[in-house]
């Protein structure tokens, strides 16, 4: 009997085999359907976890449940004492529930980070963000360790016994020396200072990281809710395509800052932490330039600034940001500012808006800032247009 | 994936014996499978059913699930797929107490798939070999016309929620009396009605004499009184074989009208769609009176459980975990729907009130709470009554004959809301309310119930497809409509319609709080408009044709 000539059983098709037909789906004339999600679920004590899932929708004629009752969500059952009207429970709004955002918690680094890149790996393909390229940057991205490995004849800081005894054998072969090779007598050798080999510093080639991200956040009091997820979600998407794009090869710094900057150890901090005071954007502006000035990162790194901001700054007109900004300028590949807009503040133009339009960098340096302004109750499409926006070329 | 050992398997055994003398009924062999959490995860998108055809739909729902399960791990204890023989699966690290109470559940459901009558389509062959076969059939065509299958399958998908359920089982319940039907029904509804035209006192005369016929002759009664009819209306026949032949159209559904009449699929090079169609509406079939019977189904398997468990002597010693397990799996909320728990005491209950004669007339009339309590007839009914219940009823009958104000009251049972306290920023949950319609509409809602689209023949006209969606107060997904009739547009060769009615918002108005004052909000006032719905050559057009 002849074989089948296709096979029964179809195993479970991989994330990209799955993208790839859906991008198919596209040259055939239908929409696309798949979806990459993301699933969060903050840790007891330490460890939050995010998971990348891709998702879709069967989409079919269905009843709309949602419709008639607008402002009051649906109801469902329930069981107990209590009198009609009493109230059981209440749920805030701006939750901080699972996948809902910023709650506390400490980092489980292995995970985000492996997770984050397949995500980057899946933002790139899936919504084709634009490559970054090295801007005028021609320095080597290698730095140098240094290992006694290279050979030196003559001098050197520790003597090679085996390769001078290999050469001074050679040469004693040479000069006919050695009459019987099974009978080597070494108190006969004639030896030269040249075929003393010693092993010298050499500088070897050590790979280093490409780039350089600062993530600075704004988490003062009028960040609360929906502005802080908004940043720190554009924030993970952001970083998790540096991470794909620069093949892991990216070190991020994170700083929080509200009228005063810190830094913080790790993207988890970073997405966690909770709100503080007021607001000073010129204060992380400055621990950057300190940062970057102390640790001379501009002479090897490519550096990216990306700023979360709600737009809001007691520096009135950007007299004290606007200096520190433009010393970023000088050594930064890209400056990136997202204002999540409140959604009180619709149509006017905040703080920070407004003294970057006075300072002209925006229209000036086109390709060193960039600025996206999103409402706060902005959708994950917009949050990847805005990257788009801020990383574009 | 491993079949439990024989230990365990003795252990079914002896459930099976049990179960059979309290009256389960279920067939000899059953399969039982011992699973892992990775084949879970793999076949809980196929509905269980392991040789359900591929679909990449499957795949994302697989990545995603396993995705889910990294962060919430939780494997339920048993599934049973409605097979013969029928085919459960289990985690293998269930003691053997455990095993004995998830057994007795287990047969449960076996004894519900093979009992109820909504189930009658499923009963006569063997669902997993009938999907093997068409995986077979799937991966053939597949392997000729590529990814043009998977949408085949994607657009069919998009309408097997309209699957003709109710139609099929009717056939298959009364698969020769289909004429014997209709001719009753023809005679009093349309004939006398709309063709003749009677008076309400000819009509009743007309009534009384069948029940009369009926009282007298019996069986033979209904033969008779057509005798008579066929004498006075010579026409009478004629006329209902050409009402046959005019309405057994509207038989088909969505799927098979568009398998038999589209243009697009009669091509010699499209016939195969039909096939992927069919397998794809079967499938749907299938699962349909799963969707339709959860709470009984559920209900009736956890009643199950607890009864024989509890009588049986190997709980011994582990009379405290089965408690906790129980607990967990039948406790009723303080918010939010159980539906093992519901049932089950619903089953208790119904059984309850049959046992003490209850569901009579005579207790129907009885308005005082203290009587009500009181009475007792002494049935002693109740098994029989609920085995009764359990062959008939899907879980709209279920509710709506059984949840009472009693029930509620007894239970302690109330409607959640959820609502907004602007102040605060919270969302309340408060006990909206306690009474019968309220919470019997609360379940409505929750119950499977997909919208009701029908062909417009009249104005199908030039290979352009018109479908009408009746209103039932809920308009349809307006997001998905697009997409699903672009599928619907594909397999039909032409542009389709869909009329529907859509919401319109009267924009709500916010008044700028005054200082120490809340906002105040209108609510927004929904008036209902009906539309047309259009796509052709993929792009979707709207316009309404009935304003508020």
Redesign the interface.
């Known amino acids: 009997m002849e074989p089948p000539?296709?096979?029964?059983t179809?195993g479970?098709?991989s994330?990209e085999e799955?993208l790839e037909?859906d991008r198919?789906r596209e040259k055939?004339?239908?929409?696309r359907k798949?979806r990459i999600g993301r699933?969060?679920?903050p840790g007891r004590s330490a460890k939050d976890?995010v998971?990348?899932?891709?998702?879709?929708?069967?989409?079919?004629?269905?009843?709309?449940?949602s419709?008639?009752s607008?402002?009051?969500?649906?109801?469902?059952?329930?069981?107990?004492?209590?009198?009609?009207?009493?109230?059981?429970?209440?749920?805030?709004?701006?939750g901080t529930g699972p996948g809902a955002g910023p709650g506390e918690g400490e980092s489980g680094p292995h995970e985000i980070e492996s997770s984050a890149y397949d995500l980057g790996k899946i933002l790139t393909e899936k919504f084709e963000l634009p490559n970054l390229k090295d801007k005028g940057k021609k320095r080597s991205l290698t730095r140098y360790t240094y290992d006694l490995t290279d050979r030196h004849r003559g001098s050197g800081q520790v003597l090679d016994k085996k390769a001078t005894l290999r050469k001074i054998l050679k040469t004693n072969i040479h000069l006919g020396n050695i009459p019987d090779l099974d009978h080597i007598d070494p108190a006969e050798f004639l030896i030269s200072p040249d075929d003393m080999i010693y092993r010298v510093l050499s500088p070897e080639k050590d790979f280093e990281s490409q780039a350089m991200v600062f993530f600075l956040r704004d988490y003062s009091g009028s960040m609360e809710g929906k502005s802080t997820d908004l940043v720190v979600t554009q924030h993970v998407l952001i970083y998790s395509w540096l991470l794909y794009q620069y093949a892991r090869q990216v070190e991020s710094r994170f700083i929080l800052h509200d009228t005063e900057a810190k830094e913080v150890g790790d993207f988890y901090t970073y997405y966690n932490s909770k709100v503080a005071g007021g607001t000073k954007v010129v204060s992380a502006y400055r621990l950057v330039n300190e940062i970057v000035k102390t640790e001379n990162l501009a002479k090897d790194y490519n550096i990216y600034v990306f700023h979360g901001t709600d737009g809001d700054d007691w520096d009135t007109g950007g007299a004290e940001a606007l200096p520190a900004l433009k010393t970023i300028m000088m050594y930064a590949n890209r400056i990136g500012i997202t204002v999540a807009q409140h959604g009180s503040a619709r149509n006017q133009r905040t703080e920070v808006e407004k003294y970057l339009a006075k300072s002209r960098f925006l229209t000036e340096k086109p390709n060193l800032i960039r600025l996206d302004v999103m409402e706060e109750d902005a959708v994950e499409g917009r949050l990847i247009e805005g990257i788009k926006k801020l990383i574009g070329p | 994936m491993d079949l439990i050992n024989l230990h365990t398997k003795a252990i079914m055994e002896g459930c099976k014996e049990r179960a059979r003398d309290a009256g389960l009924t279920f067939q000899d062999e059953t399969l039982e499978y011992i699973v892992s959490n990775r084949d879970l995860l793999e076949l809980s998108p196929k509905g269980m059913i392991p040789t359900l055809y591929d679909y990449w739909v499957h795949d994302v729902e697989v990545l995603k699930e396993k995705g889910k399960y990294e962060l919430y791990p939780t494997n339920p204890y048993e599934t049973v797929i409605n097979t013969r023989p029928p085919i459960s699966f289990y985690n293998d690290n269930n003691p053997d107490w455990l095993n004995v109470m998830i057994f007795y559940h287990v047969l449960a459901h076996i004894d519900f798939f093979q009992s109820n009558f909504f189930y009658r389509h499923t009963w006569d062959y063997d669902f997993t070999g009938q999907a093997l076969s068409d995986k077979r059939v799937v991966a053939k065509l597949r392997a000729e016309k590529g990814r043009w299958v998977d949408y085949v399958i994607e657009f069919t998908r998009g309408i097997d929620n309209l699957v003709g359920f109710h139609r099929e089982l009717s056939q298959s319940e009364h698969p020769d009396s289909k004429w014997h039907q209709n001719i009753l029904d023809y005679y009093f509804d349309v004939f006398l009605q709309s063709v003749k035209k009677v008076s309400t006192s000819d009509y009743i005369k007309e009534i009384n004499r069948y029940n009369e016929s009926i009282g007298k002759y019996g069986d033979k009664g209904e033969e008779n009184f057509f005798l008579k009819v066929k004498k006075k209306y010579p026409e009478f026949e004629a006329l209902h074989e050409k009402h046959i032949r005019e309405k057994s159209p509207e038989r088909l559904d969505l799927i098979q009208f568009l398998s038999d009449k589209s243009e697009f699929l009669q091509k010699e090079e499209n016939r195969w769609m039909k096939t992927v169609m069919e397998v794809v509406r079967k499938t749907s079939l299938f699962f349909q009176p799963q969707i339709r019977t959860k709470i009984m189904n559920e209900g009736w398997a956890s009643y199950w459980h607890e009864t024989l468990f509890l009588k049986d002597d190997r709980i011994k010693g582990h009379e405290v975990d089965f408690a906790r397990i129980n607990a967990g799996v039948t406790a009723m909320p303080k918010v939010g729907l159980n539906s093992y728990a519901l049932g089950m005491r619903l089953f208790y209950y119904i059984e309850k009130m049959a046992d003490k004669g209850k569901f009579s007339h005579a207790f129907q009339r009885i308005k005082s709470a203290d009587q009500r309590d009181e009475f007792d007839a002494h049935g002693g009914k109740g098994k029989e009554f609920i085995f009764w219940v359990r062959k008939h009823f899907c879980d709209f009958i279920f509710i709506n004959s059984f949840i009472d104000q009693d029930f509620i009251n007894i239970n302690k049972l109330f409607v959640t809301g959820k609502r907004l306290n602007e102040k605060k920023m919270v969302w309340e949950y408060y006990i909206k309310s306690r009474k019968l319609n309220d919470y019997r509409q609360m379940l409505f809602d929750h119950l499977y119930h997909p919208p009701h689209i029908e062909i417009d023949r009249q104005k199908s006209k030039d290979r352009h497809l018109y479908l009408v969606h009746l209103f039932e107060n809920k308009p349809l997904v307006a997001e998905f409509i697009p997409n699903t009739m672009a599928g619907v547009e594909y397999l039909w060769g032409g542009p389709v319609s869909l009329e529907t009615t859509e919401a319109v918002f009267e924009k709500t108005e916010r008044t700028p709080a005054a200082p120490g004052k809340s906002e105040e909000t209108k609510k927004p006032e929904i008036k209902w408009e009906r539309v047309v719905y259009t796509m052709e050559n993929r792009i979707i057009s709207k316009r309404t044709i009935e304003s508020p």
């Open positions: 000539r296709y096979s029964y179809v479970i098709r994330l799955l037909r198919q055939d004339g239908f929409n798949i699933l969060m679920k976890k998971i990348v899932i891709p998702t879709t929708v069967e989409e079919k004629f269905l009843h709309d449940t419709v008639p607008p402002s009051e969500e649906g109801s469902s059952g329930g069981s107990g004492d209590g009198e009609e009207g009493e109230i059981l429970g209440e749920e805030p709004v701006r």
